[in-house]
C-alpha cells in the first residue's frame, strides 16, 4: 500500500518516516514534562511510573508498513518502571516480558490483594535484579488462534491455518530466516508451544454496532 502511495504521491514514503519520528518526540517532550512537574513536587519519593505504549510500528522493516503482524518489530515495545525503594536506576532488563505484568506488578507493589484471575506475572523480581533468572516468556496474541512467543533467544509464531515461523535471535534480530520448517528445531518449537494459550475467548464483536 505504501508503494502504491509511493508512486501516484512522490515523497509519500520519506513524510511518512519523518512524519512518525516527529510524533515519537512530541510524545517523549511530553513525557520529559510530566516527569519534571514530578520531580518538583512532594509526590516524588512516592510515586511509581510506569511508561508503556501500545504494540510497535514497521516503517518498512520486512517489506511491512504499520503493525497488524506478530514479528518483533511490531510487538517490541517500551516498558520503563520506576518504583521507590523497589526498582534500581538505569538498569536495562533483556528477559521478554508482555503487558500481562502491568496489573499483577502494580497489585504487589501496591501492596494490594493479588487477583486469581489474572493471568500475568509480577515482574517485581526482575525490577528488584533485572539480570535474575526468568523462565516465562512474553506471549503475544493477533486474532484468534495466531500467537506468538518470545523467549531470550527465540521467537516461535503459530498462525491459526497451522502454519508457523521461528527465528534464533542470536543470529537472526532481523527475522529473515524462517528456521520452522527444519526438523533440527523441532524440540525448540515444543518447549514454546506450551506456553501458547489453552483457551481462547471468541473475538468480541464491533463495539461500534450496539
Request: include cysteine; aromatic fraction near 10%; charged fraction near 25%.
Amino acid at each position: 500500500g505504501m508503494m502504491s502511495l509511493e508512486e501516484r504521491r512522490p515523497n509519500s514514503y520519506p513524510n511518512f518516516i519523518r512524519s512518525y519520528a516527529a510524533c515519537a518526540a512530541f510524545a517523549d517532550y511530553q513525557v520529559g514534562r510530566v516527569l519534571d512537574a514530578l520531580d518538583s513536587s512532594s509526590m516524588k519519593a512516592s510515586t511509581i511510573i510506569w511508561l508503556i505504549s501500545d504494540h510497535g510500528f514497521h516503517l518498512g522493516e520486512k517489506d511491512h508498513i504499520e503493525k497488524f503482524a506478530l514479528w518483533e518489530k511490531s510487538n517490541h515495545i517500551p516498558m520503563i518502571v520506576i518504583a521507590p525503594n523497589v526498582s534500581q536506576g538505569n538498569k536495562v532488563c533483556s528477559a521478554p516480558v508482555d503487558a500481562t505484568c502491568v496489573y499483577p506488578t502494580l497489585l504487589e507493589l501496591c501492596e494490594l490483594p493479588m487477583d486469581g484471575a489474572c493471568d500475568g506475572r509480577s515482574i517485581v523480581p526482575l525490577l528488584e535484579d533485572p539480570a535474575g533468572e526468568w523462565e516465562t516468556p512474553a506471549l503475544m496474541t493477533y486474532g484468534r488462534g495466531n500467537h506468538a512467543v518470545r523467549s531470550s533467544r527465540w521467537r516461535y509464531i503459530r498462525y491459526a491455518d497451522g502454519s508457523e515461523e521461528l527465528y534464533d535471535h542470536n543470529v537472526d534480530a532481523l527475522e529473515w530466516k524462517n528456521l520452522a520448517d527444519d526438523p533440527r528445531y523441532q524440540q525448540i518449537k515444543t518447549e514454546h508451544q506450551k506456553w501458547l494459550p489453552k483457551e481462547e475467548n471468541s473475538p468480541i464483536s464491533d463495539l461500534k454496532k450496539k
